[in-house]
T-cell receptor, first 113, second 114 residues
Framework: SQTIHQWPATLVQPVGSPLSLECTVE??????LYWYRQAAGRGLQLLFY??????ISSEVPQNLSASRPQDRQFILSSKKLLLSDSGFYLC????????????FGPGTRLTVT | GESVGLHLPTLSVQEGDNSIINCAYS??????FIWYKQESGKGPQFIID?????DKRQGQRVTVLLNKTVKHLSLQIAATQPGDSAVYFC?????????????FGQGTILTVHP
């Protein structure tokens, strides 16, 4: 069966510090991967998606970036965090074979102080 | 797609009642729709999905209805239980070369009172 992991679960970082959030998927090959951000009391905003190693598409301009160094690893980064980067970050995957159902990880709660 | 405002719609029901959660979608080209349940502090969980060539699909205690004419989606939960309390999101996929991307609605908070 497939599982998706995210870490850390929670993170408190000062403004201006770097960020690295990691997501890994097990039990599937060549998944499509997604990063979402969810502000408190709001819906999910798609930040990045990837259809393969090294292939990243950005949905919204911001000071975040994403990378996919391995088939089942997706990383969200920032060089300098802003207060507005606080939120709940969710990674998701779906099969590249045409399925649309996305499976979500447990999320990372980021607080920028 | 993306939520607007800071206050999600809310629905309060008594245990045992049926719940109906509504969602309006925006893209007439969307060919796939999905409902997710999100409990506090957790990632969204799949509930049920439906393709645009259907107008109704049933699962265990849940039914999704799709009205393409008015671009409306609803989730019906039968015999609602306290464990159903969560935020419910609808999402749509435009198909084609959208790489499986989903556009999420703003969500509805369901509270079930014992």
């Amino acid at each position: 069966s497939q599982t998706i992991h995210q870490w850390p679960a929670t993170l408190v970082q000062p403004v201006g510090s770097p960020l690295s959030l990691e997501c890994t998927v097990e039990g599937t090959s060549n998944p499509n991967l997604y990063w979402y951000r969810q502000a408190a009391g709001r819906g999910l905003q798609l930040l990045f998606y990837s259809v393969g190693i090294g292939q990243i598409s950005s949905e919204v301009p911001q000071n975040l970036s994403a990378s996919r160094p391995q088939d089942r690893q997706f990383i969200l980064s920032s060089k300098k965090l802003l207060l507005s980067d606080s939120g709940f970050y969710l990674c998701a995957w779906t099969t590249s074979a045409g399925g649309y159902e996305q499976y979500f990880g447990p999320g990372t709660r980021l607080t920028v102080t | 797609g993306e939520s607007v405002g800071l206050h999600l719609p809310t629905l309060s029901v008594q245990e045992g009642d049926n719940s109906i959660i509504n969602c309006a979608y925006s893209n007439s080209a969307s060919d796939y729709f999905i409902w997710y349940k999100q409990e506090s502090g957790k990632g969204p969980q799949f509930i049920i999905d439906i393709r645009s060539n259907m107008d109704k699909r049933q699962g265990q205690r849940v039914t999704v209805l799709l009205n393409k004419t008015v671009k409306h989606l609803s989730l019906q939960i039968a015999a609602t239980q306290p464990g159903d309390s969560a935020v419910y999101f609808c999402a749509e996929n435009a198909g084609g070369t959208s790489y499986g991307k989903l556009t999420f609605g703003q969500g509805t908070i369901l509270t079930v009172h014992p």
